[in-house]
């Protein structure tokens, strides 16, 4: 059975740090990308960042660069996301995802949710201000 299980979400002030991790399972880890994505109320499903997890080839949003950082453990099957300096904005419910390898290598489009076949269930990111 395919899971990708996200934890590591809260409540933290605004300026301050959170990380996130995805803990993946059921699939060839190595065969696939692991993307962050992330949805705030009434708004569009958002694509935070992407490692390919066979070159550890990173990818990043423009609103998050120099601010989150995303790392690949393969050893364990995990991807995480070092979220720091948060801000009110980044509010949202953030999932992982698993993107095949070879199609993420081809198309470059990390950001597009279509493109995954698998989905977490999500972890609630709140940041106050």
């Known amino acids: 059975e395919v899971q990708l299980v996200e934890s590591g979400g809260g409540l933290v002030q605004g300026g301050g740090s959170l990380r996130l991790s995805c803990a993946a399972s059921?699939?060839?880890?190595?065969?696939?990308?692991i993307g962050w994505f992330r949805q705030a109320p009434g708004k569009e499903r958002e694509g935070v960042s992407c490692i390919s997890s066979s070159d550890s080839i990173t990818y990043y949003t423009d609103s998050v660069k120099g601010r989150f950082t995303i790392s690949s453990d393969n050893a364990k099957n995990t991807v995480y996301l070092q979220m720091n300096s948060l801000k009110p904005e980044d509010t949202a419910v953030y999932y992982c995802?698993?993107?095949?390898?070879?199609?993420?290598?081809?198309?470059?489009?990390?950001?597009?949710?279509?493109?995954?076949?698998?989905w977490g269930q999500g972890t609630q990111v709140t940041v106050s201000s």
């Open positions: 995802a698993a993107i095949g390898a070879e199609l993420l290598s081809a198309t470059n489009k990390w950001y597009d949710g279509l493109m995954y076949d698998y």
């Open positions: 059921g699939f060839t880890f190595d065969d696939y990308g």
